[in-house]
Every structure is written in structure tokens, then in C-alpha cells.
């Protein structure tokens, strides 16, 4: 299977009756959503769309999505999510660059005018979609893209400037597919919880695995645990997608204690590490398998691997579970200086490359973002810092840009925001450079604290002094409620810093030295 329209065609012969959506009361079955993209399909050729065109749709998770998705498949034209929880001017520059033909908005959507750009030939909201597929037949069109031709287009975040759309093919989710399918043992039996807007690479990844197999997507979450214990059980899911941080809260729970989880077969998380006593808390408690990976958009998602069995380490090896895993099977991955390319011993530090068949067409209609992100050999710098260690197993260093150079020396954000992290007192943190007289930049910790006895700077302090050289320790500790973060969902660490500077004068004695 090359191409997405085919994924879909598939399954609905295998499976037309089976349940393809859960929401709510509502049941989508697999025959429907294909019947339904096909009406899509058709009345996208009404409206003069041809294969190459964009098809634009901007909402949350819900069927239409999916409908757009595929139909836009089904003509060849090239599906392009966009981030519901833009303002409207960003959602407008983002239009500007993809020029699609349709877009096709859900409910609460900002409203987008027909003229936002000259190439849009139709905009239809939520409360008209009925009405644009009405009369239009459930024929497919049979179009069968090159697998080698633009099938997504998925937007950045905009953390350093505007958002760039990445240009996904028909093969590079095939392969991806390919490893992501075999990983997370999805079937037809299988409920997955997909609380990850499908405009994002992993969210996406599910809801295609899912109906690649045959297994039924809930479009449903819930924000406090105790709910969420309960959905869970009740709906029967055997793959969620969560938090580590919800994972402690939730094997805290008396609920969950003599919840039935004999339906739970995996729980997919990443953002931070699992800590092991915690991975022993809840296999004991779900009897689950844990999953972990690493990759970007730009190489479709995953593409390495931290699987069950890396998440009972050799004792000795309790250092894997930092790690984001071992590289996926057909994906080629280094680190390398970055300044110079070449590759560094393992255990050094340096800018981890991607290569394969993962890896993105390009930025759509940027040629020199194209140039600077892959190289002519095929390599696509990440801009992540990271390390191998003998085994194999890859560690992430923050992001370049985030390193902090402290009196000479290099202090990487995401190593010091993992000793912290350990302290019970702590929900979440981000690690970041203030300016220093002494040292250039010195390491500053803003926190939000965990329930429970409250946790002073002091105390924060000494607990990475225990654990870290001091150099590496920040000097000061900021408590917050809430960590900002973008519409994606991803930490700020620019506006951060931003935030952070003005609240105290840059030390003017120097830090205790390295130890």
C-alpha cells in the first residue's frame, strides 16, 4: 500500500461493518468512512479540484477529518492539516503558503473568507458540510497517486519563525507505516485512545495504523484521572497515548487499583522519560507494555525505539530508560559535529542526522529551508543534540539552539531537567540560559510544582547539587502554574527565556565550582 486512498479501500472490503470511530453515541464503521470520503472525493471534483491541488482542513479530531483525508487521497490531491488551535493570522499565513483549492473547517473554527487567498475555490464550514455533500455519490474515483508525489502536508510549530509545511509522500509513509504497524500490535480487536490532534505526525500515525488493522479509534478524552480511569475501562482500550507525568497520577489512584484493565495492552508516551519505579507501578497495576520512540515530522514520525523489553533494564542499565531508544529497522542515524559533519565516538555529544526513506519531499515552496534541513547526500539535520551510548541506545541533548555555555563549559537543558525531575516535588520543569557577568550564561530552573509539601528553591538547588556538577546546577528557581507552550503543545523555551531574564539581576558571583 503506497498511498493512503488505498489503506482506506482496503480495510472497508476486509471490514465494512467494523467499527472505524468511536465518539461519543456515535459509531463510524469502515463502509461509511470509505462511502463518505468517496462523497468527498466527488464533490472536491465539483468544485474543479485536481490531483496535486491542497485540500486543507483545520478542526479537531472528529470523522470529517478523516473523510477529507481520504477523499482528498482519492483524487490525488494533497491533504493538508492544519493547527485548530491557531489565531487566525497565523492560521492566514499558513493558507497563503499552501494555496489550497478547499478548505474545510470544523466547529469553533476562526472564520477563514473565500478571498484569504486567491487559490481557495471553496471554504466550507462546519454547519455547511452536510450540505456540500449532499447529492454527490459514494463513487469512488479510483485515482492512484505515484507513491513518489506529495500525499500530506503537515505545518511546523513556528517556534523560530513562520511555520513550514513538510511534504510527506505516498513512500514515506509506507515505510514508516511499515515499522510503526509492527511495533505497536494493533488488530482488529483493538481500541486506541488518540488524544493527539491528528495534525500532529503522531496523532496522524495512530489514526492511519488503526485503520490499516481494522481497529477502532476513540475520539474521546478526559483531562482529570479519575474520569479518564473510567473511560478507559468502560470503552475497552488496548492503546493510549499518555503522559509520563499522567501515568504517576493515575497508579496513585484508588479507582484504579480495582479497575478491570485486562483490555490495556500498551501505553505509548514520550516528551520525558519514565522513571523505572514507575514503569514497575504500572505494569504491576495494568499489566501492559510500555512503548517510547523518537523522530520528527520531518522523518514522519518514529524512527527509533524504545520498546517493552528496554523497559526493564539489566541492573546496571537503568540508564536506557533516558534514552529514546535504538534505531527503528531502515532508517540510517548518526551523530555528527556539527560543525564539521563527522561522525563523534560514542558517548560524545553532537547533532543527530537522519537518513532513509522517512525522510520528508522537502518544505513546501522553500527551496532554501529544503537546502539547509537536507543535506545533497540525504541526510536531514535534526538540529537535536544527542549521544550513543555502546549498546546502541540514543540519547537526546535538548536542541542545539538550547545549549547552555557556561564559563566554557556545555550544559545540556534536558540533562539537568532529568536529575530534577527525579525530586517528588516536581510536575514539570524547563531548564534554561539567563545572562551571567562571570560565566556568559549560567543554568535557570522554572518549575511547577507537584502536589503536596511544598518544595523551596533551596531545596531544588541542593537536590542537583547531590547529583550534578555544579556548573550544571541552576542558580536560581523560578515556580510557576503552567509552562507556556505553543498551539502544538510545545514548550517555549525562547519565550522562556524571555519571561525569565528580568526577574533577577545576571549573578555576579560566580557558581561553585565544577565538581
Known amino acids: 500500500m503506497r498511498n493512503i486512498a488505498d489503506i482506506l479501500r482496503r480495510r472497508a472490503v476486509a471490514t465494512p461493518d467494523a467499527p472505524a470511530v468511536l465518539q461519543g453515541d456515535r459509531v463510524t464503521t469502515y463502509g461509511e468512512l470509505d462511502d463518505r470520503s468517496s462523497r468527498v472525493a466527488c464533490a472536491l471534483l465539483a468544485d474543479g479540484v485536481v490531483a496535486g491541488d491542497r485540500v486543507a482542513y483545520v478542526g479537531v479530531n472528529a470523522p470529517p477529518f478523516l ?8 483524487i490525488g490531491a494533497i491533504a493538508t492539516a492544519l493547527n485548530n488551535r ?9 493558507l497563503a503558503n499552501a494555496e489550497p483549492a478547499v478548505l474545510v473547517q ?30 454527490q455519490p459514494a463513487d469512488d474515483p479510483g485515482v492512484e497517486p505515484d507513491p513518489q508525489d506529495p500525499a500530506v502536508i503537515f505545518y511546523s510549530s513556528g517556534t523560530t519563525g513562520l511555520p513550514k509545511g513538510i511534504v510527506l509522500t505516498g513512500d514515506n509513509m509506507s515505510q514508516a507505516l511499515a515499522v510503526l504497524n509492527h511495533d505497536v500490535e494493533f488488530d482488529a480487536t483493538s481500541v486506541a485512545m488518540a488524544p493527539i490532534p491528528f495534525f500532529h505526525i503522531s496523532g496522524f500515525g495512530i489514526a492511519v495504523v488503526a485503520t490499516l488493522n481494522g481497529s477502532a479509534l476513540l475520539l474521546e478524552t478526559e483531562t482529570e484521572p479519575p474520569a479518564l480511569v473510567r473511560m478507559l475501562v468502560a470503552r475497552k482500550v488496548s492503546h493510549a497515548a499518555v503522559v509520563p507525568t499522567l501515568v504517576q497520577r493515575l497508579v496513585n489512584l484508588p479507582v484504579a487499583a480495582v479497575a478491570d484493565w485486562s483490555a490495556l495492552k500498551y501505553l505509548i508516551y ?12 504500572a505494569t504491576a497495576l495494568f499489566g501492559c507494555k510500555f512503548l517510547s520512540s523518537y523522530g520528527l515530522t520531518e522523518s514522519n514520525g518514529g524512527v527509533t525505539f524504545l520498546g517493552p523489553e528496554d523497559h526493564f533494564p539489566a541492573p546496571g542499565r537503568e540508564q536506557q530508560l ?5 534505531v527503528m529497522p531502515g ?12 561522525d563523534v565516538p560514542v558517548g560524545s555529544r553532537g547533532e543527530v542526522l537522519i537518513r532513509g526513506g522517512h525522510v ?9 529551508a529544503t537546502a539547509a534541513a537536507v543535506m545533497p547526500d540525504g541526510w536531514l539535520r535534526t538540529g537535536d543534540g544527542g549521544s550513543f551510548d555502546e549498546l546502541g541506545y540514543l540519547y537526546l541533548h535538548d536542541r542545539l539552539k538550547d545549549m547552555i555555555v557556561t564559563g566554557g563549559e556545555n550544559v545540556f537543558p534536558a540533562e539537568v531537567e532529568s536529575a530534577l525531575t527525579a525530586h517528588p516535588g516536581v510536575a514539570e520543569i524547563a531548564v534554561v540560559g539567563i545572562p551571567s557577568a562571570a560565566w556568559g550564561e549560567s543554568p535557570y530552573a522554572v518549575v511547577v510544582r507537584a502536589p503536596g509539601p511544598e518544595l523551596s528553591e533551596s531545596e531544588l538547588i541542593g537536590w542537583a547539587r547531590d547529583r550534578l556538577a555544579h556548573f550544571k546546577c541552576p ?13 502544538s503543545g510545545k514548550l517555549l523555551k525562547n519565550r522562556l527565556r524571555e519571561q525569565v531574564t528580568p526577574l533577577r539581576p545576571p549573578p555576579q558571583t560566580p557558581p561553585r565550582p565544577a565538581q
Open 360 to 368: 520528508m519531499l522537502g518544505y513546501w515552496q522553500n527551496p532554501e
Open 322 to 326: 533516558r534514552s529514546v531508544g535504538r
Open 86 to 94: 491557531l489565531a487566525r493570522p497565523e492560521l492566514l499565513a499558513i
Open 331 to 342: 532508517v540510517e542515524l548518526k551523530v555528527v559535529d556539527p560543525s564539521t559533519l563527522q
Open 67 to 74: 473523510e477529507v483525508l481520504y477523499g482528498a487521497a482519492k
Open 106 to 135: 470544523g466547529a469553533h473554527e476562526p472564520e477563514i473568507p473565500l478571498g484569504a487567498t486567491a487559490s481557495l475555490r471553496r471554504v466550507v464550514r462546519a454547519d455547511e458540510y452536510e450540505t456540500w455533500l449532499t447529492g
Open 270 to 281: 514520550g516528551s520525558a522519560p519514565m522513571p523505572l519505579p514507575i514503569i514497575q507501578r
Open 475 to 487: 542558580v536560581g528557581v523560578e515556580f510557576v502554574s503552567a509552562l507556556p507552550r505553543n498551539a
